[in-house]
């Protein structure tokens, strides 16, 4: 309570001496016929949906900066005719957050009325080069956002049309799906108006803006500025609506009828939580936007509500009881938004905005294809956030101050049970395979978020420069229950007899715990002994300055140096990563009025993701008998001779276990608490004693703008990223390396055998599995010893092409995109390993998220002023496969088979985090799959009221038009996909998931 109380108390105290929206700056230079800067002209600024007007003389350079800005609303720029030239105005130029951009103005003179006034339309119409500065960034703008095909108005499914921007194959069904020069999804940095938005567990959006509440979105791929932090990767960044003097409002109802209409297709699709589905799904989604002005000219609002539904159907079969239903399943996902923006004064601006996310995610039993998941077992994933958000600019004569304070909620329940104080169950028949699944979902992982933001910003002008620095903290407060299932889980193995009889009393779907008989045998039981939360608090600082120099009126460069400590890293050492200074440095040179060259370096810090920390905890135990094995690997050089046993362990989840328990009477975890101390555990982890360090990137840029014409403008960039410290695992007890070359001469090395080569020897004989240390046999140890480590590395190169043409006042418009990239790293994930002991020098290879080739064009065309007609065309070259074993003989044996080749015992199959071994001969990712190629259109119809004030829109969207079958290119969750597959490079294809087929999706929109 003392902390919450103290941020109020900054708020307090901060607001007065703050202003609104998210800092922009705009940039207006004035060229005369000879492209030479006019000084001492007043340029005028107005945006008269808001009641702001401006206006400031040139200086020498012919520029003029006005800052602080809203961005609501649209503004003009004009100048007035004076006895040397005619007045020029552009007009409807709207603005993101935290932006500076820069728009030209050059003057006819008074004397030549054959020539026309040239102007260079704003930023986020998508065709203005940029004179500032050499951020490589791309954005899409609300009108883009309404016109392209988009599945359920949800804004990541519309980010992969950017350059430098794909969908990303994951490492679990809710990973985010957007990835940025092909790293890896949890590492980019979301915004809110610039301020933090992300899912600080594993990372991901927080609050999942829609389609309804986003002006513009603005996505920042490299060389970015000092101001942009906590990402070696890139930022996406969300400028929220405003209202105005004008209302507006819309409301929408959109439905995708599902597999009734949709293209045929074997393989289950995902829906908007990455999960899969199949039979039945359809969606059926609705809201409303509103925005309008309490006061005129002071005081205006924004609400925004949207609600989704989709259904979907789950096959329950169990032969052995008689039981084959469909089990009907529903997704809820509610977004509220509402933003107040308050102009004090003509230098003091504020905004409060809230945003509020209710995402519920059934799990209703059964399965795609069947399963024997009862509905007892049903459970629910929760994704559920809150933002509130204070935002305030003062801007002085020469100076702008920007204060924000946000509070931050997320909740991630990840199996919350219909039946939380149950026991689960796993029932079995007389031959042994399950029958039933009943209960609790058998697991805990219900993590609690408690962000707080703080940051303040400064620019100012002195002269030729311009200064802009800034401060700020966030702090998340982490608390998980994660583990077993408190309640405990029993396996229990039916007799025919009471098989027999359960069958013949007809429960069905309905079967739960207390229908099975009380004397069933019961062949396991466990129970969670650490039933309660454990987690921290990660406070992320941050310090910057950067200067943007005008070192003449065609070139501007920028230096810049920014600072920050993530406490996280410390982990199990005294200290933590101090030294995290980047600096940074760009320029931008103008070669005319239609064109610039820009360039630049700079160093980019990622901060830790919290699941680092915790995965070291939760997997972790502080008994006599771990610590023991720790101060051995410390002795024998697998851990540092400076290593503090006591700070890196902790008293983490743990099961523990009984023999000969009657059915739903197993002992408490309270009575079984000494088994901590003595159970071998298969694998646990530490804190890294060295504690860890921030992963960076050393990135370099050069690129070339040319404007065509009013309307069109080319842009290549060129982009060389080399990566440091990146996260993967690292097993301290691990076995020698065992590697394997020849496919037609394999020799499995046993566990037993593999187990004797690892730093402290692993034992099992007939008493059980066992440690000898000081020649004393120790049972409370582990086979493998995991901690995170920074050590991997990549190297990101790429070449993107761009020309986009605004639609204006022609028929036409569109965006097309070439990007030539590769990706290579020897770390994926933070739950990478070697393949091969800890050996990662064969490790470096593409990235699971490369492409050779990617191809994006988006093409509208209005053949009458109310019908358009969207095309939106994405091909890519195949994404990488890992080839791994097939199965071999144990030696000793005579029917036994493993692909688990040297023995380490974390070889699985359908992994893709270096734990499955390799075939033979194959390095990591040597093989392709093929070509993604997909087509979506889109139509609409307006039907316009009145005096077009008033107008109601029809739309039809179809995805995959062509019904292509595509096996690479799409979201995806690597344990599930194709990008896994036995053999040798070039042995062909298994087919184990598939791009969503021909989707078909309808809107109705009514909007004034």
Known sequence: MKKLASYWLLLFLLAPFSHAFAQVDLVVSVLDNARKPVMGLPVHLDNAAIGFSSEQATNAQGQVRFRG??????????????DQYQAVREANLTLRANSSPSVTLVLPQLSSQTLEGVTVRAPNNGTTINTQNAEVAAELSARELREIPIEARDITRALYRLPNVTLATGFFSEAPNVSINGANGLYTNYLIDGLDNNENFLGGQRFAIPVGFAQNVNVLTN??????????NGIVNVTTKSGSNDLTAEVFYLTRPGPSIDGKTDFAQRDLSGNQVKSGFQRQQFGFGVGG????????????????FDFKDNVLTSPALGVNATVRGENRFTYLSGKLDQRWTERFRSSLRANVGLVNIERQGGGLDGGVAFPSTGNRQDRNSLNIASQNVYVGQRFTSQTDVQYARFRWNYARADNPDSPDVTVSGPNGQAIAVLGHPGYLFDSHQNTWQAQQKFTLLSGRNTFKGGFGIISTEHSLFGGGNPNGSYSVQLTQAQLDALRTRNIGAGLSINDIPDDVKVNNYSVELRPASFGTTQNLYNIYLEDLVAVTDRLNVTLGVRYDYDNLSKGGAENGDRNNIAPRANFNLRLSERSSLRGGYGLFYDKILYTVYSDALGANTNSADYKAQLRELVRVGALPANTNVDRITFDGNQSGSASNVPYLQGPSAASLQGQRATVFGGERRILNPNGYQNPYSHQSTLGYQYQVNRKTLFYVDLMYNRSYDLFRLRNVNGVSEYPQNDPNNVVVRTETQADATRPVPIV??????????????VTGVARSVVMTESAGRSRYMAASFNVQKDAAEDKYGYRVSYTLPNLKNNTEDVNFRAADGNNYGKEFANSINDRTHVINAIGSYYPISSLRLTMAALLQSGQPVNRVTGAYLVPGTTNVFTNDLNGDGSSFSTAYLG??????????????????????????????????????????????????????????????????QTGAAGSGIIRRNASAPRQFQFGLRYAL
């Open 915 to 980: 734990n499955a071994d390799r075939y033979p001969g194959e390095g990591r990712n040597s093989d392709r799959l093929p070509w993604s190629k997909t087509f979506d259109v889109g139509a609409q119809y307006t039907f316009r009221f009145g005096e077009k004030t008033s107008r109601l829109e029809l739309t039809a969207d179809v995805f995959n038009v062509l019904n292509t079958q595509n096996l690479s290119g799409y979201a995806n969750n690597a344990t599930q996909s194709n990008q896994i």
């Open 69 to 82: 800005l809203s961005t609501a609303g649209s503004y003009a720029v004009s100048t007035t005719a004076n």
């Open 764 to 777: 099992t004989d007939a008493t059980g599995t066992y440690a000898i240390i000081n020649g004393q046999k």
């Open 293 to 308: 002005a309490l006061v005129k000219d002071k005081t205006f609002f924004y609400l925004n509500a949207e609600q989704t």
């Open 223 to 232: 060389n970015f500025s000092t101001e942009f932090g906590n990402s070696a």
